[in-house]
Structure formats: structure tokens, C-alpha cells
């Protein structure tokens, strides 16, 4: 687990309203964060069957035509 160690900034009736964290631990929660999304972009359907090669060129050939 990460040892964040946070401040808080507060309002003028002491409530938090926002959290300051140093650059070294956010740049840490960055990186968990896009590994975390990285690794559920690559998560495969195992439902879905691979292309071949020519359904696979068509379907490249259609994503650059989008450009």
C-alpha cells in the first residue's frame, strides 16, 4: 500500500475541501492508474475468435481510411 501522506486544505469553517499530495506520490498513483487501465485494455474476450490474416488487413485498411 502506498504511505500517501496527504495534507489537507481546509475552508474557513475547518471543513476539507481539497487534498495536496507530493509529486513523487502522485506521479505513483498516475502509474498504478494507467498499469490498472493498460491491463483491462489488454484483458481479451476469450468469446472472440482472432482474425486471419486477410479480415485482419481489411480491418487495419478501414481504421486508416477514418483518419
Same mark, same amino acid.
Given at each position: =500500500?502506498? *504511505?500517501?501522506?496527504? *495534507? ?7 471543513? /476539507?475541501?481539497?487534498?495536496? #499530495? !507530493?509529486?513523487? &506520490?502522485?506521479? /505513483?498513483? @498516475?502509474?498504478? #492508474?494507467? $498499469?490498472? !487501465?493498460?491491463?483491462?485494455? =489488454? @484483458?481479451?474476450? &476469450?468469446?472472440? /475468435?482472432?482474425?486471419?490474416? $486477410?479480415? %485482419? /488487413? %481489411? ?9
Amino acid at each position: =500500500m502506498l *504511505n500517501l501522506h496527504p *495534507n489537507y486544505l481546509t475552508d474557513e469553517d475547518n471543513n /476539507k475541501v481539497a487534498v495536496q #499530495l !507530493s509529486i513523487k &506520490t502522485y506521479k /505513483k498513483i @498516475e502509474e498504478v #492508474l494507467e $498499469n490498472y !487501465s493498460l491491463d483491462k485494455l =489488454m @484483458e481479451v474476450d &476469450t468469446n472472440e /475468435k482472432p482474425l486471419e490474416l $486477410n479480415e %485482419a /488487413k %481489411a480491418f487495419y485498411k478501414k481504421l486508416k481510411k477514418k483518419k
